[in-house]
C-alpha cells in the first residue's frame, strides 16, 4: 500500500513569514496526527483528527498555527506567521483508528531563517 | 508527557544482539508498550508492540517483565542498516481522544562494523 505522502520535503522562510504543509494519509485511515520533532527531541503531538473532526489540539500553538481536515482525507498545516523557534521537522502519522499502530510519513523539514 | 525512560546512546557489533532496556513504571494495566525507530531524515517506523506477553516479529523480539515496569527490545542480529534512534512508548488511553503516542528521547543505537 502507499504510505503517508507529505509535501513539500524542505522549506526555508524568513521570521513572520507563512507556510503551509500537506500530507495525505493512508487511503481508509480515519485518523491522522500531526506532530513537531525538534532537533535532538523526540516528536511531540500537535493535533489529532478523527475523519474531519478535531479530536485534541490541546498542544497546537493557535495563536499562529492552524490545521484542518475539511473531507476527512487530505490535511494542511499552517504556521503564520512563522517564528525561529518554528524550525523543525513535521510529521504526519496516520492510523486505522486510534487503537492501531501509526504510520509515518517522511516529513517536511522547515528553517526559520 | 512521556511515561518512558531510555538510556541516551548505546552501540552494538554488527552481526550481535542488541538489547535496547526501557523502564515505564508508571504503566497502567490496559496500556501497551510499542516501540518505533527512526532513520536519519525518516519518519519514525513501527516495529513491534506488546501489553503482557512477549511477542516476536520477523524485526525484532520484546520482552516486558513480569511486573510490566520495564522492557527489552531485542534486534538479534544487528546490521548496520539498524543503525537509528529507537522510540519505547506507551500508549496512553483517553476516553475522549482514544489512543495517542507520546514519545520520549529515545535511544540512539550504532551498529559498529
Known amino acids: 500500500e502507499a504510505g503517508v505522502a507529505q509535501s513539500p520535503r524542505y522549506k526555508i522562510i524568513e521570521k513572520r513569514q507563512s507556510v503551509a504543509f500537506w500530507c495525505n494519509p493512508i487511503?481508509?485511515?480515519?485518523?491522522l496526527y500531526w506532530y513537531q520533532q525538534i532537533l535532538g527531541q523526540g516528536p511531540k503531538l500537535l493535533i489529532q483528527?478523527?475523519?474531519?473532526?478535531?479530536?485534541?489540539d490541546s498542544q497546537l500553538p493557535k495563536d499562529r498555527f492552524s490545521a484542518e481536515r475539511l473531507k476527512g482525507v487530505d490535511s494542511t498545516l499552517k504556521i503564520q506567521p512563522a517564528k525561529l523557534e518554528d524550525s523543525a521537522v513535521y510529521l504526519c502519522?496516520?492510523?486505522?483508528?486510534?487503537?492501531?499502530?501509526?504510520?509515518f510519513g517522511s516529513g517536511t523539514r522547515l528553517t526559520v531563517v | 508527557d512521556a511515561k518512558t525512560t531510555q538510556p541516551p546512546s548505546m552501540d552494538c557489533a554488527e552481526g550481535r544482539a542488541a538489547n535496547l532496556p526501557c523502564n515505564h513504571s508508571t504503566i497502567s494495566g490496559n496500556e501497551y508498550v510499542y516501540w518505533y525507530r527512526q532513520i536519519h531524515s525518516q519518519g519514525p517506523q513501527y516495529i513491534i508492540h506488546g501489553l503482557k506477553n512477549n511477542e516476536t516479529n520477523e524485526m525484532a523480539s520484546l520482552i516486558i517483565t513480569e511486573d510490566r515496569k520495564s522492557s527489552t527490545l531485542i534486534l538479534p542480529h544487528a546490521t548496520l542498516r539498524d543503525t537509528a534512534v529507537y522510540y519505547c512508548?506507551?500508549?496512553?488511553?483517553?476516553?475522549?481522544?482514544?489512543?495517542?503516542?507520546?514519545f520520549g528521547t529515545g535511544t540512539s543505537l550504532t551498529v559498529i562494523p
Open positions: 502519522a496516520s492510523s486505522l483508528g486510534t487503537g492501531t499502530s501509526y504510520t
Open positions: 512508548i506507551v500508549r496512553v488511553h483517553s476516553g475522549v481522544t482514544g489512543n495517542q503516542f507520546y
Open positions: 483528527f478523527q475523519n474531519n473532526g478535531v479530536v485534541d
Open positions: 487511503s481508509g485511515h480515519a485518523t
